[in-house]
């Protein structure tokens, strides 16, 4: 394999561990905190998890090891989409595992969750791991989608661990799979299997995140990396002065992602899909907000602009996610074979306008014909339309198009408007973690191995304090059950861990809010640049702007 020069650098760097965890594996002792309950439905969650439930809060500090000296068997995966610095999460829990006890054994068990039920996996040794440490992806062992949750899962998981001795599992995913590690950490305890379920929390989506959890790893970087390449797009449409610029970034459920490269880039416009939601903006509403900008800024003679989109926008446009709701009962069972078999689209139109009803064929109408062809692209497992095909960020420029057309004809609007447009996701998931998610990653796993050593099960890695530098975060877990609520799920009510959506009355959006309307009419873009790994501190180990405006 060839190595970059910056690859062979990275190998070389030493993560930052939190102070606690400095002084060597036999200065780390527990200190044990309050007993904890679940967010909502506390009764309900102890009834589901009677041997998990109400577990302390626990912090590492300084102070004699006491933790029971067995021979420890890992085994850990990584769960859905990848995220910068899960190598290092597997590495920290690797130094941590080796350093507590050379025959200690770590076991990465290969594509996922699938891999845990098909007995794939590879022992890890320090030449294999030597090869990831600090780099991006998942490549060590590769990830899955699958979900781990059935008994029948649950039952050959545990013949897995018995024939491996696996003394515990490390589940490295987001909100659903650290979710199915509390249920399999509850199985594994009602059992008496012996074995203890850790979670690490991942996700670029930024939504894995609660009074506990103060950021799942990856957003850090992928945020960053989107940024450079959004404020090199600004400053392009600022040298060119001719193209609005369509951006759409990752992030299906939540708006975290669009909200940080806007507080990094500042860029003219940002819709943020939870206001959306929580305003009941329709797209012609949309449509028009940002026209008022480029008719704004075409009056100052500046017919350009940049406009972030978060992926998942369409589905908090109210109008548009009944639309969707209806297209989905529309294809539902064999009604989609009947769908595709119709020859052409002018008759598929006709199955279509049977089909919806008055108010959501007036939306369906409204939209450009490729995006009424991608809402009856293949459904997801579930049978619901796959919103990240849908070329939202096109839609949302052509409805601006119409508005300004509609302007233009009344004679309001003068200006010129060639959009273009991007979508910002995978760039992102695999960059060389920056040093705050090549630390943090690192802590997350060093971490969680002190969780086993000290017998936990049904907890995640928590690390917080992280605004503040690394030295000063704060190692321990955090019941996974705490952060749990219940919700209805595919007809069924389940205890999930509750999503993170943007605030409306946080810190980061407020602080967005304040700003807006003067970027949606001046040019104040800001260039972050790209994610720097070595020079000074206040650059390379730079927080992201959401953790540093919650915290402050
Ligand atoms: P996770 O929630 O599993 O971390 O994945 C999030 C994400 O990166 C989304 O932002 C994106 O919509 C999705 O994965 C894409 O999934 P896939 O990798 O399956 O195409």
């Known amino acids: 394999m060839t190595l970059s020069p910056l690859q062979e650098a990275r190998y070389e760097y030493q993560p930052k561990l939190p102070g606690m965890l400095r002084q060597g594996i036999n200065e780390i002792s527990v200190k044990t905190g309050e ?10 969650i102890k009834a589901l998890f009677p041997n998990t439930y109400g577990k302390c809060e626990i912090t590492f500090e300084k102070g004699q090891n006491t933790s029971e000296n067995k021979k420890q068997v890992v085994g850990v995966i990584l769960s859905g989409g ?15 595992l080796k350093a507590t006890n050379k025959d200690n054994v770590l076991l990465g068990f290969k594509g996922g969750p699938s891999g845990l039920i098909e007995d794939d996996y590879i022992e890890m040794t320090d030449e294999f791991i030597n090869q990831y440490r600090n780099t991006g992806g998942f490549d060590i062992i590769g990830s899955g989608r699958t979900k781990l949750e059935t008994e029948e899962q649950f039952e050959i998981v545990t013949k897995v661990a018995a024939k491996h001795g ?18 399999l950490a509850e199985y594994m305890a009602e059992h008496k299997t012996g074995v203890q379920v850790i979670g690490c929390p991942k996700t670029i989506d930024g939504d894995l995140k609660n009074e506990d959890i103060e950021a799942s790893f990856g957003f850090d970087t992928a945020t960053k990396t989107y940024s450079e390449v959004i404020g090199n797009i600004e400053r392009d449409a600022n040298s060119a002065k001719k193209y609005w610029h369509f951006i759409k970034v990752m992030g299906r459920s939540a708006s975290h ?6 507080l990094q880039t500042q860029p003219n416009i940002c819709l943020i899909g939870e206001e959306i939601a929580a305003k009941e903006r329709s797209l012609a509403d949309i449509a028009n907000y940002i026209a008022d900008s480029v008719e704004a800024r075409a009056n100052n003679g500046d017919n350009f602009g940049v406009v972030i989109v978060p992926e998942g926008i369409i589905e908090f446009v109210p109008e548009f996610s009944a639309l969707i709701a209806e297209i989905n009962e529309l294809l539902a069972g064999d009604k989609a074979e009947e769908f595709n078999s119709l020859v052409d689209w002018a008759t598929k139109e006709h199955f279509i306008e049977r089909g919806l009803t008055d108010k959501s064929m007036r939306v369906f109408a409204l939209l450009p014909e490729f995006v009424q062809k991608q809402l009856f692209l293949e459904r997801d497992p579930h049978g619901n339309v796959q919103v990240s095909l849908i070329e939202s960020e096109k839609l949302i420029s052509s409805l601006v198009a119409d508005t300004l057309n509609e302007r233009k004809i009344k004679g309001t609007y003068k200006g010129k408007f060639s959009p273009l447009h991007h979508f910002f996701g995978y760039e992102g998931r695999c960059a060389f973690p920056s040093n705050f998610d090549a630390d943090y990653c690192y802590s997350l796993g060093y971490n969680a191995f002190m969780l086993i050593q000290y017998g936990y099960t049904g907890y995640l890695s928590k690390v917080s304090n992280l605004a503040a530098p690394a030295e000063e975060w704060v190692a321990g877990g955090m019941p996974i059950t705490k952060m749990m609520n219940i919700e209805r799920r595919n007809g069924e009510d389940k205890p999930v861990i509750r999503k993170a959506l943007v605030e409306l009355d946080g810190k980061p959006f407020n602080y967005f809010v304040s700003k807006r309307k003067e970027w949606s009419v001046k040019t104040c873009y800001t260039y972050p640049g790209a994610i720097q790994y070595y020079g000074p501190s206040e650059v390379c180990d730079a927080t992201t702007k959401t953790l540093a405006l919650e915290q402050k």
């Not at 007993?35 to 309900?44: G, H, I, L, M, P």
């Not at 992602?257 to 806007?262: G, K, N």
Request: proline share 2%; glycine share 10%; hydrophobic share 40%.
């Open 82 to 96: 990848q995220a910068p610095g899960g190598h290092n999460v597997i590495s920290g829990l690797y130094d941590a």
């Open 257 to 262: 992602v669009a909200l940080e490269c806007a």
């Open 166 to 183: 696996l003394t515990a599992i490390v589940i490295i995913g987001g909100d659903d799979s650290n979710t199915n590690a509390a249920v």
């Open 35 to 44: 007993e904890t309950s679940s967010v909502a439905d506390q009764d309900k």
